[in-house]
């Protein structure tokens, strides 16, 4: 049996007490997808898959993650649109790859319009 340090520090990859913080703010703060979305994912409602918010993981703050399929899933604004956030982005997934996570995406108004769909792309990856 692993040690609850252990474990932690295999979920959160060295996240600092500031990134746990943030992230807490995160979490009282979603936006309309992601409240749409995690209504979905929590309580183990896909394939009995526990899944957490606005995780933290080294450095960053996911929008949802699922330890055990090692999955992220990000809802992306508007101001992922831009280039300059684009590029951020793909340097992001790069740098969490490197964890042997998978990251998949869904613009906002994908998870608002078409939540089956979402979920079904969701469930396809777990």
Known sequence: MLKRENIEKEMFFGASPEI??????LRKNMT?????????????????????RQHPIERFIVDFYC??????????????????????????????????LKIIRFTNEQ??????????EIEKNL
Not at 68 to 77: C, F, H, K, N, T
Not at 113 to 118: D, I, K, Q, R, V
């Open 20 to 25: 746990f913080k943030r992230a807490s703010e």
């Open 111 to 120: 998870i608002k319009n078409n939540l089956a769909e979402t979920l079904e």
């Open 67 to 100: 330890h055990d399929s090692r999955l992220i899933i990000e809802a992306d604004g508007g101001i992922h649109k831009a280039l300059e956030q684009k590029e951020y982005d793909i340097g992001r997934s790069i740098e969490l790859e490197k964890f042997g």
């Open 32 to 52: 309309e997808a992601e409240v749409i979305l995690w209504s979905a994912l929590r309580r183990k409602q896909i394939k009995g898959k526990r899944f957490r």
